[in-house]
């Protein structure tokens, strides 16, 4: 009975993650399109011109009321560095290499 019900936790667990994944693509989208905040695309350009490389890690949060995308970029000599972007106007505000 145990094994039941923890496979029906793990199962309602699963589903709910897409969900939530889902939510917040509808909500980047909502937030793009009233001008808000920049797109990715911008943002990626922006990271990249600053370390270029592969882009392996997106966040967006909300701190102290404005919106930070957070950007890890994976340079050509295999570094991970840390980026923070002002979300609206696309500023550099902070640059860390990953330990």
């Known amino acids: 009975m145990k094994a039941r019900a923890y496979l029906l936790i793990i199962a309602i667990l699963l589903l709910a993650v897409p969900a939530a994944h889902a939510d917040d693509d509808r909500r980047i989208r909502r937030l793009q399109r ?3 905040i920049l797109s990715l695309e911008t943002i990626f350009a922006a990271a990249r011109s600053v370390k ?3 882009i392996v890690d997106v966040d967006l ?3 102290d009321g404005r919106y930070i995308y957070e950007i890890e970029v994976l340079d050509a000599g295999g ?4 980026m923070e972007f002002d979300a609206r106007t696309g500023s550099l505000l902070k ?3 990953d330990d």
């Open 52 to 54: 270029p490389g592969r």
């Open 95 to 97: 640059l860390k290499q």
């Open 34 to 36: 009233s001008g808000e």
């Open 61 to 63: 949060d909300k701190e």
């Open 79 to 82: 570094r991970v560095w840390e």
